[in-house]
């Protein structure tokens, strides 16, 4: 474990939506600094994601220096959405989890997503992530909150961990769609530097300044199966997770951060198991 360190970093401005790759993030008590701030939603007010829209894995956010969000996707003119002012919340559901949401400023940003994915579409913003939505109560310490990520504030894999399952993969009944890509995940924070599945057994971690508790292992859905460069669906990796990594139900690979302390982190920054 000498040798750990943080290989890769991943900020998604929009949750759903291709990220960025940055050399360092600031890490915020609710995630990574812009991450999953911008949320899709119907016109029932419910998260929109690439379990519904696979679509979206085409489509792009970077971060603008206001915190608003640059968007481009195959056939649209990129639009440039600022944070909203804060003139009032409305109510979104995201999974089990009601929160209330700033509405992008204007029609521009709900038309070119409404155009774009062929349903009534709607951008909201976490103004207030320090309050909005508590993390998972069954996971969580008082005060936890999270942004519209998925459950948690950070997500964290490991280089080894998915060469194992990709050699599962190999082994398995859909080889073809092997090597699998981390992107796959869409994690936050990327490991290198240890043995195989070692991030099941870590409760605390530091990476570089910046120490974190290790709140459970992540479930996988059907986004996992999405080739993030076409938008096509496979197979895998649910067969072969369903195979050999099933806990509690849940196909799972890496695990789910909480920050412990804020800093910066950068990529090459050592990575020390607390316990």
């Not at 924070?189 to 240890?194: E, I, L, S």
């Amino acid at each position: 474990m000498g040798n750990a360190h943080l290989h890769a970093i991943h900020v998604h401005p929009v949750k759903a939506v291709r990220g960025l790759a940055p050399r360092e993030a600031a890490v915020e008590p609710w995630g990574l600094a812009g991450d999953r701030r911008w949320l899709l939603v119907d016109d029932a007010g419910k998260a929109v994601t690439q379990r519904q829209q696979p679509r979206l894995a085409l489509a792009a956010a970077a971060l603008l220096p206001d915190g608003g969000v640059r968007v481009s996707a195959p056939g649209r003119k990129p639009l440039a959405v600022p944070v909203p002012r804060s003139i009032g919340t409305v109510p979104v559901q995201i999974f089990r989890d009601k929160v209330d949401a700033v509405p992008a400023e204007g029609e521009a940003a709900h038309t070119w997503w409404s155009d774009y994915l062929g349903i009534g579409a709607r951008l909201v913003y976490l103004d207030d992530p320090a309050t909005r939505r508590p993390v998972d109560p069954q996971y969580a310490r008082p005060g936890e909150t999270v942004s519209f990520a998925d459950g948690f504030p950070l997500l964290l894999t490991t280089t080894a961990s998915l060469d194992a399952l990709n050699t599962l993969i190999a082994q398995g009944d859909h080889a073809d769609e092997g090597p699998l890509p981390m992107d796959r995940f869409r994690p936050n924070v990327v490991v290198a530097g240890t043995d195989a599945w070692a991030e099941d057994h870590w409760s605390r971690v530091a990476v570089g300044e910046v120490a974190f508790r290790v709140a459970k292992p992540c479930g996988r859905c059907v986004v996992t199966t999405t080739d993030q460069g076409t938008s096509e669906r496979g197979r895998e990796p649910l067969h072969s997770l369903g195979r050999h990594r099933r806990r509690e139900g849940k196909l799972v690979f890496g695990q789910n951060l909480v920050p412990l302390t804020r800093g910066t982190i950068r990529v090459g920054d050592p990575v020390t198991i607390l316990d």
